[in-house]
T-cell receptor, first 111, second 115 residues
């Protein structure tokens, strides 16, 4: 079963920040939070991952709460090309490092 | 360029036939994974392999088989026992679980249609 819960859909205005929440209240101490996105009929694209510290890369920022029970992916200046399904995933390292996907959030960036 | 390649992109088969989906990677990754995606759904794990000649069942392994004879290759066979084989199949690879924190790379998928 998926270990994450996300809202099914969100809208964002082009140029504004998109904040995508994720709940992972049962995460274990050594499990990482990963974010991927998938554009229709393509393979998922890696965005960012973290353990307990906030992380930033050229695509996004990841904010993880101190208790690690939730996180937020931030796309600082959303563009139309950011329209996709975003998956928040807990990676289970004691089971071969498999990624357990939930249903994801369908983000629509509108002009 | 390094990457993970799935072929073919589209595949059609008649009901009752076995079909094998190819997945090749040149990233020198030990771990490889197969996922299935149905319309409007997330990805579900079929099989995974952490090392050559070893693999484990995922959440929906029934009706599927795999082999891992080479590090670069992890083919998936959809057998006639799989009751609903029409789906989008995705392969991924990553370093082994000891290398904590590294991302998994996905191929572009194979869309299988059984008629």
């Amino acid at each position: 079963d998926a270990k994450t819960t996300q809202p099914p859909s969100m809208d964002c205005a082009e140029g504004r920040a998109a904040n995508l929440p994720c709940n992972h209240s049962t995460i274990s101490g050594n499990e990482y939070v990963y974010w991927y996105r998938q554009i229709h009929s393509q393979g998922p694209q890696y965005i960012i991952h973290g353990l307990k510290n906030n992380e930033t890369n050229e695509m996004a920022s990841l904010i993880i709460t101190e208790d690690r029970k939730s996180s937020t992916l931030i796309l600082p200046h959303a563009t139309l090309r950011d329209t996709a399904v975003y998956y928040c995933i807990v990676r289970v390292y004691n089971q071969g490092g498999k990624l357990i996907f939930g249903q994801g959030t369908e983000l629509s960036v509108k002009p | 360029d390094g990457g993970i390649t799935q072929s073919p992109k589209y595949l059609f088969r008649k009901e009752g036939q076995n079909v094998t989906l190819s997945c090749e990677q040149n990233l020198n990754h030990d771990a490889m994974y197969w996922y299935r995606q149905d319309p409007g759904q997330g990805l579900r794990l079929i099989y995974y392999s952490q090392i050559v000649n070893d693999f484990q069942k995922g959440d929906i392994a029934e009706g599927y088989s795999v082999s891992r004879e080479k590090k670069e290759s992890f083919p998936l066979t959809v057998t006639s026992a799989q009751k609903n084989p029409t789906a989008f199949y995705l392969c991924a690879s990553s370093t082994r679980d000891r290398a904590i924190g590294t991302e998994a790379f996905f191929g572009q998928g194979t869309r299988l249609t059984v008629v």
